[in-house]
């Protein structure tokens, strides 16, 4: 059946030349189509029988390991159009048979990082840069950028995600999307929506209040369709209150089309949802990667009359709509040589700006003196962990450690460790972790090697010898599973010997113990923090990662990254800690969101519990002094505008994250202490130089949802704007007053959960 379809029989009479897409009206290609090239319309064509044919004038197509494709159908003028992963840069293999010629891609800081830059421009440039890489390769649509929301420190693909808060992670996404589609490709923001876990992650019924489902987990999204326009969502794996969300009419077509205005086409994570036919009719379009049993189901289907043809006719619709504007379609000569020599740069400079300074003690950094030696402990010292596992991950070319950064840098690093860690590294890698590996890679964290033992006396001689120590503690996990506790979110039994053994030896000797974290998700830190004297988080910071923490340790760059996720002091003071991976335990099937809004800062605010670090927090070389806040007004009309000078006091020259959040009365409404309504990255600032800030509030950022109205509504009362560093160091405060409510925007009464929830409430 796929076969004949794609060669293209005889649905036409032969005399009356068949409507061409784009240059006939759509619903005439539409209607030229027969239901089984239909139903092949709407279901990917990356099956086994099927071996894409190229629309006559078009390169025949050979991406090895592409995501995914859809049918072509070449007598009607439709070409193939590509689909590829994902948020840290393009996901191909980097062989293809009988061909000499190699097709690496750039791994870029992951989310998580990119968003520590608290920087939109920088995250538009890394869209730009990993469009282009699409583009060149022969690819439509990045399946990209990510951003569920870090529920909980467990989460197993966390590392793909940009933050707890959804304004950064709209923010950052709607960045991403311009960047990437100002090359002429594609996004498909994913995975649409409240997928924050991977237990049980394709049938996981995910209960949620209407509050809480619109205020965190679906507002991002809102952002980034309403100010970026994405080519394509991806709905997710999960069920919300009962229903699968590619199966659900109330959030693809009320809420995605309807009230947020989305004029692309949903497509389903690869093999998600249960019924096809549910599937087309809630307005999920194409079913990836395609399978037979689900064209031929809605075949039967448009048949008997069991689906409206003009439903599939719709998600046709929308489907050629947007392969109208694919470089396939529009017969892009790609190169298959996209520049990666520029493309590293932008990756370093990118890491460079995000990674985050936890802790620094005395000025242990920079280091004052280039010809310092350096003892490095930690078996990723020596290999850095770009990135995670599974369709978030990259084949990169090469990669940059710690070492070969420093070393480049002018550091002289210990031989002798040097050797001994290399030997060991060799016994054991994690799995699948190869750069030419064809598969998605999926180590699971006990796969990979532990901290090889060091003896005491080596350390005690190298704390004698060297001048400093650098310990590299590493995380890697991503998509199919979530973390654990034990030797995972919290230290190793290794790990936490080797802290502190290297830690007495070395500040015995008046020497000082820098601590880097490689890590993909938040860990336990603050039992072994004192053991070091400064901390430098780099997530996992892309293929130039060895660079980029030497260019932050000898002060080439100053830090500018401030955390978009907290670090709780333990794990059960995370507020979803009752509720996840979800009932019953073993295998899951429903996880309720009983801390409500309370997620991240949110929670740990309101009920005053204290992080080990907090959001929006990072520390710099420098110092910056906070002016005094001016808003336009005393009393909110229609909008207000906040507006503050921000100066480098310090020696060096920097940049600051500066970060906005508003207190609201909560007469009506239960409310979190603050949320971040604003941030604003400086330039880099010499020393003495100052910037003007401005943000602008609108009567949006004034609103919650208030469930019984269905409606976005601001309180009358006094709202205070809380101008700082963090979301723990408020710098300067200032007050306005909203004179009466406001109905900011009434919505649908959609996606109500089957069951009450006992969801958390803050007292204030
Ligand atoms: C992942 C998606 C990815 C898709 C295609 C799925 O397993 O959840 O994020 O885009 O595979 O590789």
């Known amino acids: 059946m796929a076969q004949s379809a794609m060669n293209n029989s005889s649905a036409m009479p032969p005399t009356k030349p068949a409507p061409q897409l784009g240059q006939n009206p759509l619903q005439e290609v539409i209607d030229a189509m027969s239901i089984e090239e239909k139903s092949l319309m709407v279901t990917g064509a990356k099956r086994r029988e099927v ?156 209960i949620v209040s209407e509050r809480a489902l619109r205020e965190i987990y679906l507002q991002g999204f809102k952002i980034a369709v309403e100010e970026a326009d994405p080519w394509t969502v991806m709905s997710s794996y999960n069920k919300i209150n009962g229903v699968y969300t590619s199966e659900s009419g109330e959030l693809l077509e009320t809420i995605l089309r309807k009230e947020w205005g989305f004029n692309g086409f949903v497509l389903s994570d690869w093999y998600g949802g249960e019924d096809a036919l549910k599937q087309m009719q809630a307005g999920n379009d194409l079913l990836m990667p395609g399978l037979a049993v689900w064209s031929n189901k809605i075949d039967s289907a448009a048949r008997n009359g069991a689906l409206d043809m003009k439903v599939l006719d719709h998600n046709i619709g929308r489907i050629l709509k947007v392969a109208m504007q694919t470089p396939t379609y529009k017969n892009y000569p790609y190169s298959d040589k996209p520049n990666l020599e520029q493309n590293a740069q932008l990756a370093r400079e990118a890491a460079a700006q995000s990674v985050v300074l936890l802790k620094n003690e005395q000025e242990t950094l920079p280091i004052a003196n280039s010809n310092q030696k350096i003892a490095a402990f930690g078996n990723y010292s020596y290999k850095m962990i770009v990135g995670g596992t599974g369709s978030g991950m990259v084949n990169n070319k090469y990669s940059v450690s710690l070492t070969e950064g420093l070393q480049k840098a002018g550091y002289q690093l210990d031989k002798e460790l040097q050797a001994s860690y290399q030997e060991y590294l060799k016994k054991g890698r994690p799995r699948n972790m190869k750069a030419d590996s064809l598969i998605t890679a999926m180590p699971k964290l006990d796969s990979i090697l532990g901290e090889q033992a060091i003896d005491e006396n080596l350390i005690r001689r190298k704390a004698q010898e060297a001048d400093m120590a650098v310990v590299t503690l590493m995380r890697v996990f991503g998509e199919g599973g979530d973390r654990k506790l034990d030797n995972d979110y919290y230290l190793s039994a290794e790990e936490k010997k080797l802290l502190k053994s290297v830690s007495e030896a070395f500040r015995a000797k008046g020497k000082k113990v820098v601590v880097v974290l490689n890590i993909g998700g938040v860990i336990e830190v603050a039992s072994w923090r004192d053991q070091a004297d400064a901390i430098l988080l780099a997530w996992q910071p892309g293929q130039e990662g060895g660079h980029v923490l030497a260019d932050l340790m000898s002060g080439k760059v100053n830090p500018s990254g401030k955390l978009a996720t907290t670090f709780p002091i333990t794990y059960q003071d995370s507020p979803s800690a009752k509720n996840f991976p979800g009932t019953p335990a073993g295998k899951p099937e429903k996880v309720v969101y009983e801390e409500g809004i309370y997620v991240g800062y949110r929670y740990y605010d309101a009920f005053k519990v204290n992080p080990a670090y907090e959001f929006g927090y990072g520390l710099s070389y420098t110092n910056f002094e906070y002016g005094k806040l001016n808003l336009s007004a005393g009393k909110f009309k229609d909008q207000l505008t906040v507006t503050l000078e921000v100066k480098n006091t310090g020696k060096v020259a920097g940049r600051e994250v500066v970060q906005l959040y508003l207190s609201a009365p909560a007469k009506t409404m239960d409310k979190p202490e603050k949320e971040l309504k604003g941030f604003a990255k400086t330039g880099l600032l010499q020393p003495g130089q100052s910037e003007t800030i401005t943000f602008t509030l609108d009567a949006r950022a004034l609103s919650s949802f208030d469930t019984r109205k269905t409606a976005w509504v601001a309180e009358a009362g006094k709202y205070t704007v809380k101008v700082g560093a963090s979301s723990r160091n408020i710098r300067q405060t200032a007050a306005f007053k909203l004179p009466k409510s406001l109905v900011t925007e009434q919505v649908n009464k959609v996606l109500v959960p089957e069951v009450a929830i006992s969801e958390l409430k803050a007292k204030r």
């Open 51 to 206: 071996v894409p044919v190229a629309t006559p004038g078009r390169k025949q197509k050979n991406i090895a390991a592409v995501g995914g494709y859809t049918y072509p159908f070449v007598r009607l003028g439709i070409p193939a159009i590509y689909l590829s992963d994902g948020p840290a840069g393009l996901r191909i293999a980097p062989r293809r048979d009988n061909d000499p010629n190699s097709y690496y891609c750039t791994a870029f800081p992951v989310a998580s990082l990119v968003a520590s830059s608290w920087d939109l421009k920088l995250a538009e440039r890394v869209g730009s840069a990993m469009g282009h890489e699409a583009l060149e390769y022969g690819v439509d649509i990045l399946l990209a950028p990510a951003l569920n929301i870090h529920r909980d420190p467990l989460g197993g693909r966390s590392f793909e995600y940009y933050s707890e808060d959804p304004l950064i992670s709209g923010k950052m996404t709607a960045a991403a999307v311009k960047g990437i589609q100002s090359q002429g490709v594609g996004t498909s923001i994913k995975h649409f929506a409240a997928n924050n876990q991977e237990t049980s992650r394709r049938f996981i019924n995910t």
